[in-house]
């Protein structure tokens, strides 16, 4: 089953500038490992050396940070899910 | 609801026509109007963000502002900053920004400081207001507005943007999560490109900046529901809104001073770094590349900016290979070619110069061209310092 990922314009430059992906996995940690099997240069971007999601970068299935859901990555993506992927961005001027 | 002392508030004839169509309103009434007056506001920033929700404040009867920027005003800044107007380039936006409020509004007392935002002086000030508003464009001052948010108690209604994409929150409000919770840290300097490099669509900051203003107003007002709690992404190029919930972080670290936001972003080993990297690279200036010219010398100008950048206007003579091809190997090649082309026709190697905008993408590409045996040189200041002392018709942009 795909799940829709949102890409944000910042990251599109390593998704070939697609807004949205479709990727395969049952749960979120497997999308995202799929996701940046498929986008290589996201990983770095997203990910520390030891695997981490990067601090300024927070990964949201529907509306819940994953990082609050009790399964965390394992949680189950459903039908219709929307993982998005929201980096902290400073511009205001 | 935010206590606010009205006993001492009260409105004139003048005031009450002005703001009539507020009195009307049950939600805010004439009790609501005295809140608006009695409330204090600082901003931070009067940019894209800063204009907007300045002028709407100014505009709902806030009756004392405060506005915080160390700027002048840039004819760049006009697309979205529209606070500001022509006949103030060249002048600090402090005061272009306080002009207009009381053009506005003349009831609004209006606190200029026209000095950065730094952790010796932002407690003292903060003090002082009853809601902060984040306007600013970088992630030192953005840690700086929050961490003094929570220890001066104060709600921080934020928003950001970027090219085509905003972000609005209120933080630290009624026990609510903070920036920290949201983004522990900030990304590495560089990472994220900023506005004055990545660009901005001029509208966006004006509809981030508008639901900063409407959170600031309904805060002062103790109506309706905040966006405490809830992270709302605005994406102007499919006009849609969307929203995450957003919750206080219990293995975020207590916030108990200002810190160095500089050094807690990474800046200064950035910088060190960045000129590190640019020490090894050798570079010209525009007045050498002009004698090569006026010589009538031959050499390689390769162009590494992008095609958009290409457009607004370029140096005689040329080559458009951008920092991304050049990144991904392609580019390299194709500097290669051209330097063998050269070589044919003026029977040896001929001297290569990169430059960009200013000067930091021409030294990256050209570390990528060393390490590839290709060697070159640096045009110190990029096309932006030919353009000052040489070339008038290229737009600085």
Redesign the interface.
Known sequence: MATKVLI???LR?YTDNL?AVEIEGSNVGEVMSNLIARYGELKR?LYTEDGKL???V?V?LN???V??LPQGDSTPVGEQAVI?I???????? | MLTLDTSQVSLSREEMERFSRHLILPEVGLEGQKRLKAGKVLCI?T????SPLLLYLAAAGVGRIGIVDFDVVDVS?LQR?VIHGTSWVGKPKVESAKNRILEINPYCQVDVYETALKSHNALELFANYDVIV??????PT?YLVNDACVLTGKPNVY???????G?ATVFNYEDGPNYRD??????PPG??????E?G?LGIL?GIIGVIQATETVKILLGIGTTLSGR?L?YDA??MSF??????K?PATPPITELIDYEQFCGIPRAQAAEQAGQAEIPEITVAELKARFDAQQDFVLVDVRNPNEWEIGRIPGAHLIPL?QIENGDGVDQVRKLLAASAARSGNGLELIVHCKSGARSAKALKILQAAGIQGKNLRGGILAWAEAYDPSIPKY
Not at chain 1, 86 to 93: E, H, N, R, S
Not at chain 2, 47 to 50: D, N, S, T
Not at chain 2, 159 to 165: D, M, Q, V
């Open positions: 944000p314009s910042p430059p807004e971007h990067r601090n300024f927070n949201y509306d819940e940070d990082r609050t998005s929201v980096p902290a961005i400073a511009g205001g001027l | 920033g940019g894209g963000l800063g800044n900053q984040d306007g600013t464009d970088n992630f953005r928003g950001s943007i970027f090219r085509f994409e972000q949201l983004y522990p840290e900030p990304p990472l994220v490109p900023s506005c004055a990545g901005v900051p992270l992404l190029l499919n969307r929203e995450l919930k957003l919750r972080n991304p």
